[in-house]
Nanobody, 117 residues
Framework: QVQLVESGGGLVQAGGSLRLSCAAS????????MGWYRQAPGKQREGVAN???????NYADSVKGRFTISRDNAKTTVYLQMNSLKPEDTAVYYC???????????WGQGTQVTVSS
């Protein structure tokens, strides 16, 4: 069973930056698309960005131009560089593998990102 461990969150002022990491156990992760998701208080979890095995990326409109997803297949790690953060980016951030509108693996504990105004 693949386990996902997110890290790198924290408290940052608006306009600041954070880099999130997702360490995944299991070599299968190197061969499939991966994504970042977030859940703000009182809201449903939403997709933020995803990246194919070969590195093609896709972003939610709300983060385009500010967030960058990348991956290191050798380390089975996925990253999310977040720049120009806004208070509305405040959420718990998770990684997982998108699959036909759902996700493949059990959710990790996530990492909290809080952006102050």
């Amino acid at each position: 069973q693949v386990q996902l461990v997110e890290s790198g969150g924290g408290l940052v002022q608006a306009g600041g930056s954070l880099r999130l990491s997702c360490a995944a156990s299991g070599s299968i992760v190197s061969f499939i698309a991966m994504g970042w998701y977030r859940q703000a208080p009182g809201k449903q979890r939403e997709g933020v960005a995803n990246i194919t095995r070969s590195g093609l990326t896709n972003y939610a409109d709300s983060v385009k131009g500010r967030f960058t997803i990348s991956r290191d297949n050798a380390k089975t790690t996925v990253y999310l560089q977040m720049n120009s953060l806004k208070p509305e980016d405040t959420a718990v951030y998770y990684c997982n593998a998108p699959l036909y509108g759902s996700t493949r693996f059990p959710w990790g504990q996530g990492t909290q990102v809080t952006v102050s105004s």
